[in-house]
């Protein structure tokens, strides 16, 4: 246990804001407290993390607590073992900070995950805001059966490829596709989409979720063709269609 809040020893998934949003917008009170008692963090970035930390305590102690990055940069080869010994050797709670919304979910904060549940550790997932379901509860999509693609190939002809592929998989599973872009891609990717897909493919875009440029719709391909352009380059954008 540790002294600060009597929380439990244990891994657990912290969900940060997704841009600007204020805490109290998207994270319960809880979670603050469970923050406040944990030293060592697992993040995707240290200047992110910080900045979360701070904007749950502006006097949170900083120089007292250890960060160790793990991001897609980290090597996949890296010998990662050792990386839970705070809380594998002394009992002491830790937490992994994704630089936006929830935590090993398209995020490589979920290899640490791995190794916790190998060697038998309590992982404990804090409740914050996930893209990626939000987009899916505002689509009016099928929420039974749905597959989220991370990101697809950014080659022309490729790209073009696999978004056929998962639109076949619409009509033959009656599966919703999920994917994203880097955002200064955004307005590529609907490009290809709209060239792509079939007329009565339903498209929905679901982008700035939860800040103040949030943007949801969805309609056919065919609809999309007729409208204007949403504003969506370099915010991050949940893509999915469905038939």
């Excluded at 109290?24 to 979670?31: A, E, I």
């Excluded at 923050?35 to 970035?45: C, L």
């Excluded at 993390?49 to 996949?76: G, M, Q």
């Excluded at 989220?148 to 998962?166: A, D, M, S, T």
Aim: hydrophobic content about 35%.
């Amino acid at each position: 246990m540790t002294n600060e809040t009597n929380i439990q020893s244990a891994l657990y998934l912290i969900p940060c804001t997704m841009g600007e949003t204020p805490n109290n917008q998207v994270l319960p009170d809880y979670n603050s407290q469970v923050v406040k008692g944990i030293r060592h963090f697992i993040v995707e970035s240290r200047k992110s993390a910080v900045r979360f930390l701070i904007s749950v305590d502006k006097d949170f102690p900083i120089d007292d607590c250890t960060f160790t990055e793990l991001s897609e940069h980290t090597d996949a080869k890296q010998d990662l073992s050792k990386i839970l010994t705070p809380l594998e050797k002394n009992r002491q709670p830790m937490g992994i900070i994704s630089d936006a919304g929830c935590p090993c979910i398209g995020d490589p904060g979920a290899r640490a995950v791995e190794i916790a549940q190998k060697k038998n550790l309590r992982v404990v997932p804090l409740v914050g805001p996930n893209s990626m379901i939000m987009a899916l509860m505002c689509s009016g999509f099928n929420g039974q059966n749905f597959a989220f693609n991370g990101y697809l190939p950014v080659k022309n002809g490729e790209r073009e490829g696999k978004i056929k592929q998962l639109e076949n998989k619409v009509y033959k599973e009656n599966q919703t596709q999920l994917f994203i872009e880097a955002p200064y891609r955004n307005d590529k990717m609907l490009e290809a989409l709209l060239k792509t897909l079939r007329a009565e493919t339903r498209l929905c875009i679901a982008a700035g979720l939860t800040t103040s440029q949030e943007f949801a719709v969805t309609k056919t391909v065919a609809e999309w063709k007729k409208t204007k352009k949403p504003e969506i380059n370099k915010i991050p954008a949940i893509f999915l269609i469905y038939k």
